[in-house]
């Protein structure tokens, strides 16, 4: 009887742990579900532990429940590639002509999609009289289009705007 607790008892030790959040999904007929990725209304029951980060040893407390900066300014090497300001100035430029450029052609594809939306909705051809559900996919497909246009050209005015 001991052999047979004791080699599950063993075998149970000797697996290392493994960690993971753990979530606990209840779903409206009351079904409960555990998961170890996070579902709309799922709460969180159980943590992984953060790994412990290596203090300096520079004076002051080795306390880990202090905040730390996310940013370390270490040093580059010194043979690392740098370029002079002349040089940065015009990559930047490049860079804004080219985002510039992205801007103008989404703003296009955009007015065009626009207009192919207000001229399908006018019109229907024989097969999407007969079935209503092909007009309503092309529409859909169309304010697809559209949304994602819309999208790309929120995207890169946000990027122009982040620019020095």
Request: aromatic fraction near 4%.
């Amino acid at each position: 009887m001991r052999r047979i607790l004791f080699y599950p008892l063993l075998c149970s030790l000797l697996i290392s742990p493994a960690w993971a959040d753990i979530y606990k999904y209840v779903d409206e007929n009351g079904n409960v579900t555990f998961t170890n990725t996070p579902v709309k209304g799922a709460v969180r029951i159980m943590s992984e532990p953060a790994p412990r980060r290596a203090e300096s040893s520079g004076g002051g407390s080795n306390n880990a429940n202090q905040p730390r900066a996310n940013k370390v300014n270490v040093p580059s090497p010194a043979n690392f590639p740098r370029v002079d300001a002349a040089t940065q100035k015009s990559r930047d430029t490049n860079r804004r002509q080219i985002l510039n450029d992205e801007l103008t052609s989404e703003q296009n594809a955009l007015a065009m999609a626009r207009k192919a939306l207000q001229e399908a909705e006018s019109t229907k051809s024989a097969d999407e009289k007969a079935n209503p559900k092909l007009y309503l996919d092309r529409i859909g497909r169309l304010r697809e289009t559209i949304v994602m246009h819309e999208k790309n050209t929120a995207a890169l005015q946000a990027e122009i705007s982040r620019m020095r």
